[in-house]
Structure formats: structure tokens, C-alpha cells
């Protein structure tokens, strides 16, 4: 199979002192999707580059792209000042062959610091009118639902669409009776490919006696993503209670780590991701104290990132207690685990409860920060 190279030449200018300009990165998108390239003309390709110099300079960038038939070339000029950088961008490119691409860049001659990523097209790029459609699917409960806090279901929402639905999707997930809402929530998803679903826990759902209910999921219920269908965004299910959660009829506490729900954009590469976390006690007894969870990110089960995270009390039965924002890093874009481990010293005496303590989830960091 034959390799596409996409090389960047850059030639310096400077009247004034030494301009010293590199090539420090490569990004690729189509269709607005990042770190990917479709077969059509819906790819761009850009390049950052750094003036480590004294004086400002010039850059005369040249993308040249050997295909297996045919070639692309095009060159911008750019300036960039002393210790500035500066990202040129080429937009509109067209691919016509799947396979594997080879990206390179780098500046004038200079080509042992040259940048590399590498890319795999097979996908066509989307046309004009292709939209996301998302749906909700049925709640999944691991365990029957019960009377109390204690309840956690999967939440899940599929992307019936030709392309992706891009930034933090989220869906609002209530519990009725009759006509009555008695308990709701919003679910934070991240991007979800066409075709694809995306899955969430939500912990704490309310149901407060025994009977039957209408658990209602809708998504994107601000109307934040243009769809290709409208009407499906609703999904309503029958939910039957009987027994209770256990912990709630007696006067000892019973913690769970609650839904992690990230700020800013959602979980990126780097420093600069942060959640909000929140604990809640299901049981019926009071907790007086402040209360510490073990917080962990893994990667192919090692740990990569830790911390200790403390919650104020006193945590009354059927109580929430909130952390401020932690801060979290993603060394790289890929699928990471969370743990969460409420009381991990166990400090709390929570009796015959101390079984759902931990809780993992799966995220999936698809960007850098900025």
C-alpha cells in the first residue's frame, strides 16, 4: 500500500537579527472532526510553528502531498515574531484512496527536526445536509430498581446519524409518576461517532415508594445539536419498585461516589481538565465527620494520576456533599479509567454496606487542551 507524505518547507526571512523557525506540530481534521481524514476534499491540515529567535521573521510554508496518483502542492507565507508562534492551516484537501498517510513537517532544510503523525483514511468525507440524530435507548438497571437513593441505571444515548455529534452531548433523565416529576438529572456524554453509542451510570435516582414509574430520558434537551431527525430525541420507560435500598431503614450511613461531571469543554489532554465531584449517602444514619475519597486515573490498568479528595460534613441521610473542582491530567487522547473509592481509609462505619464504595467509569479524551 502506497503512503501519502504531506511535507512542509519552510524558508526564514529576517532583515533584522536571527529568526529561528521550526515546525513544533501537526494537526488534521475532516469534517470537523479532529485527528481524523475522510476520502473527499473535506480534509485540512496545519502546521505549528515557533520563531525561537531574536528578531521576527518570515516562512514561506510549502505543502506538498505525494498520492498514489497525482500530487498536491501549495505554499502560504507567514510572519512570525520573536518567540511567537503562529499555525499555518490548509483547508479544502482532497483524498481519493483509503490507506495509511504519513505527515511530516519541518522548516527550510532542516529536515532531522522535522514533526511526524500519522493518519488512515477510508471513510468519505460527509455531504452537505449529513447530521447527527440522537436517541435515547431503554435504561439498563444492573440491579432492580428500589425504593430510596440507591438506584443507578446506564443511561445511553445512540447516534443514529451519517457524522458525529460533536462537544458534550447531554440528555435530561427525570422519574414521574402520573404526572409528576419527582426526580431529575442531567447526563453529560462526550462526542459520539455516527453510528455509535455512548453509555453513562447515573447514581442517586430517586424512587420514594413502592409502585411503578416513568423513567424519561431526552436527549440534547436544550436543542444544542442541529439533527437529522427531531422527533426521536424522547424515549419513556416503565419502571416497576418493590423492595428498598436496605441501608435506609436503619440508622447507619451508606456512601456512594456520584455521577463526575467535567467543566470546560470535557476531559482534554493536559492540564487543564477539571470535574466536579459529589458524594451522596444513601443510608439512614448521619455522617458527622469529613469524608475522604481516593480519586485515580488508569490507563491499561496502571495508575497514571492520583489524589486524595476530602468532603465536608456532616452528611445527613439521603445527603449530598460536594468537592471543589479537581483537577485532572490526561497525558494524551485515548480511553482512560476513573475510580472513584469513597472512605477508602474506612473511617465510616457503614455496617453491612461497604459493597459500593467504588465506582469506575470509562473516559474518552479525543482533544488537547487548548
Known sequence: MKSLFILFTLTSLSLFGAANIKATAIAYSASGQANTLQLGDCNTVSV????????SGSASVTLYIAMPSGQYQKSQNVSVGAGRTQTVTFTGISLKQSGNY??????????????????FASKKCAQGGD???????????????????????????????????????????????GSTTIWQQVVLFGSIAAGAKSEVQVEGMHFPSAGSYTVRI???????????????????????????????????????????IFNDGGAKAGYCSSANLAIKNIGGGTVQGTVRMMFKVKQNGQTIHQQTVLFPGPIPANGFSNATAVNIHFPST???QIERFVDDLNQVNEGAFEGNNIKESNVNVQSNCN
Open 218 to 260: 431526552e436527549a440534547d434537551d436544550i436543542n444544542a445539536v442541529a439533527e437529522s431527525n427531531e422527533g426521536n430525541n424522547v424515549r419513556t420507560s416503565s419502571v416497576s419498585v418493590s423492595q428498598d435500598c436496605g441501608a435506609q431503614g436503619t440508622n447507619i450511613p451508606d456512601l456512594i461516589p456520584m455521577t463526575m
Open 131 to 177: 447530521q447527527p440524530d440522537l436517541a435515547p435507548q431503554p435504561p439498563r438497571f444492573a440491579t432492580p430498581a428500589k425504593i430510596g437513593y440507591c438506584s443507578a441505571p446506564y443511561i445511553s444515548l445512540r447516534n443514529n446519524g451519517t457524522v458525529a455529534a460533536n462537544g458534550n452531548i447531554r440528555a435530561l433523565v427525570s422519574v414521574q409518576q
Open 334 to 336: 485515548g480511553t482512560f
Open 48 to 55: 505549528t510553528v515557533r520563531n525561537s529567535g531574536s528578531s
Open 102 to 119: 504519513g505527515l511530516k513537517a519541518w522548516c527550510g532544510t532542516d529536515i532531522k527536526s522535522a514533526v511526524h503523525r500519522n493518519a
